[in-house]
């Protein structure tokens, strides 16, 4: 059964600042790894999708890397802005339609 | 081109009411799954639909069921309120696996 970490639970950082979220999870077995932002009580926003095949992805200052050997994941955030403050979560996913498992996630608070 | 959509945004039941959540899902999705988020924490998969029947189940009660139409589409259905089904209710869309989930905004539902 995968389980999903991330650590820090909560980050709070100035603006500016390059930060680094991370993901653990324990069956290396996934076709993909999602990670997804969330505002407080709303829904899931998608950042960026990384297949197994690949090592990093990128979109704009947003950089997710993949080890799935390890069972990791991290997202870096570039120079980081108050309007990134949110709930990370990162997701893995595996080819046999196997619903997504979710940790609970890292709150950033960046401040001005 | 729309994501996925869902409605009630928010909703004020008692216990022991019954409630039906609804889910539009992206164009071009043929898969709806549901998750349940409580405060605080990162979403519990409920059930996945696929060609209208249910694929696979999450560990929530029987109270808990749904439907998807022929359009895809899917509703939630809870019976039986508890006042700790209070939670935001996450409705994803996807087409296999390859391109990733996409979320809706989420149903904010508050049972007293």
């Known amino acids: 059964k995968q389980e999903v970490t991330q650590i820090p639970a909560a980050l709070s950082v100035p603006e500016g600042e390059n930060l680094v979220l991370n993901c653990s999870f324990t069956?290396?077995?996934?076709?993909?790894l999602q990670w997804f932002r969330q505002d407080p009580g709303k829904g899931l926003t998608s950042l960026l999708l990384?297949?197994?095949?690949?090592r990093e992805q990128t979109s704009g200052r947003l950089n997710a890397s993949l080890d799935k050997s390890s069972g990791r994941s991290t997202l870096y955030i570039a120079a980081s802005q108050p309007g990134d403050s949110a709930t990370y979560l990162c997701?893995?996913?595996?080819?046999?339609?196997?619903?997504?498992?979710f940790g609970k996630g890292t709150r950033l608070s960046v401040i001005a | 081109d729309a994501g996925v959509t869902q409605s009630p945004t928010h909703l004020i039941k008692t216990r022991g009411q019954q409630v039906t959540l609804r889910c539009s899902p992206k164009?071009?999705?043929?898969?709806v799954s549901w998750y349940q988020q409580a405060l605080g924490q990162g979403p519990q998969f409920i059930f996945q639909?696929?060609?209208?029947?249910?694929?696979q189940r999450g560990n929530f009660p029987d109270r808990f069921s749904g439907h998807q139409f022929p359009n895809y589409s899917s509703e939630l259905n809870v019976n039986a309120l508890l006042l700790g089904d209070s939670a935001l209710y996450l409705c994803?869309?996807?087409?296999?696996?390859?391109?990733?989930?996409?979320f809706g905004s989420g149903t904010r539902l508050t049972v007293v």
């Open positions: 994803a869309s996807s087409s296999g696996q390859l391109y990733g989930y996409t």
């Open positions: 639909y696929y060609e209208e029947e249910e694929r």
């Open positions: 069956d290396s077995a996934i076709y993909n």
């Open positions: 990384i297949q197994s095949s690949q």
């Open positions: 164009s071009g999705h043929d898969t």
């Open positions: 997701a893995p996913g595996d080819s046999g339609n196997t619903p997504l498992v």
